[in-house]
T-cell receptor
Framework: SQKIEQNSEALNIQEGKTATLTCNYT??????LQWYRQDPGRGPVFLLL?????KEKRKERLKVTFDTTLKQSLFHITASQPADSATYLC??????????FGTGTRLKVLA | EAEVAQSPRYKITEKSQAVAFWCDPI?????LYWYRQILGQGPELLVQ????????DSQLPKDRFSAERLKGVDSTLKIQPAELGDSAMYLC???????????FGPGTRLTVT
């Protein structure tokens, strides 16, 4: 079955460092990948979308890559801050706009 | 800034009772989604509407769940009867037709006792 996998273990990093989160997909060829941020008790907030023909997308301190050979997307936060602490969700769609979400990775940025 | 509205924010109900959730998407958004999110997991799609039509409800437990979007604007998700395993966050999201990003509401936290 189609699967989106994210590292379920929490990621702790020091303030100022770059956080890198991984999203792998199997039995699937998504046309789009999205990344969302979710704070406890709140709905996800859209961050970035990348298409299968794009290798990289940037927005301020955020960068996402899409490697169709490795079946993987990487999400980077540069110069991380404690305010970046949250759960980050990866979501993929084959183009019908039905999205499959990963379980999310919890990021904690230590001051 | 336009937001997706959901109510109630919290709901406690006893098993076998009926419960309903309401969602008002961002004005002009043709696509509306209902998701269920269990703590520690990602959102799972229950039903997707394009205007008033159901596009996908393959993961909706149709023996107890129903959803409607009669005029293609706001939507209601109903559970009858509720079971203990239905305890979760129910999220509504909307998007412009042809666009990818989804805008989520604050969710309804359901507890079934």
């Amino acid at each position: 079955s189609q699967k989106i996998e994210q590292n379920s273990e929490a990621l702790n990093i020091q303030e100022g460092k770059t956080a890198t989160l991984t999203c792998n997909y199997t039995n699937y060829s998504p046309a789009y990948l999205q990344w969302y941020r979710q704070d406890p008790g709140r709905g996800p907030v859209f961050l970035l979308l990348i298409r299968e023909n794009e290798k990289e997308k940037r927005k301020e301190r955020l960068k996402v890559t899409f490697d169709t050979t490795l079946k993987q997307s990487l999400f980077h936060i540069t110069a991380s801050q404690p305010a970046d602490s949250a759960t980050y969700l990866c979501a993929a769609t084959s183009g019908t706009y039905k999205y499959i979400f990963g379980t999310g990775t919890r990021l904690k940025v230590l001051a | 800034e336009a937001e997706v509205a959901q109510s109630p924010r919290y709901k406690i109900t006893e098993k076998s009772q009926a419960v309903a959730f309401w969602c008002d998407p961002i004005s002009g958004h043709a696509t509306l989604y209902w998701y269920r999110q269990i703590l520690g997991q990602g959102p799972e799609l229950l039903v997707q509407f394009q205007d008033e039509s159901v596009v996908d409800d393959s993961q909706l437990p149709k023996d107890r769940f129903s959803a409607e979007r009669l005029k293609g604007v706001d939507s209601t998700l109903k559970i009858q009867p509720a079971e203990l395993g239905d305890s979760a966050m129910y999220l509504c999201a909307s998007s412009l037709a042809g666009q990818g990003e989804q805008y989520f509401g604050p969710g309804t936290r359901l507890t079934v006792t």
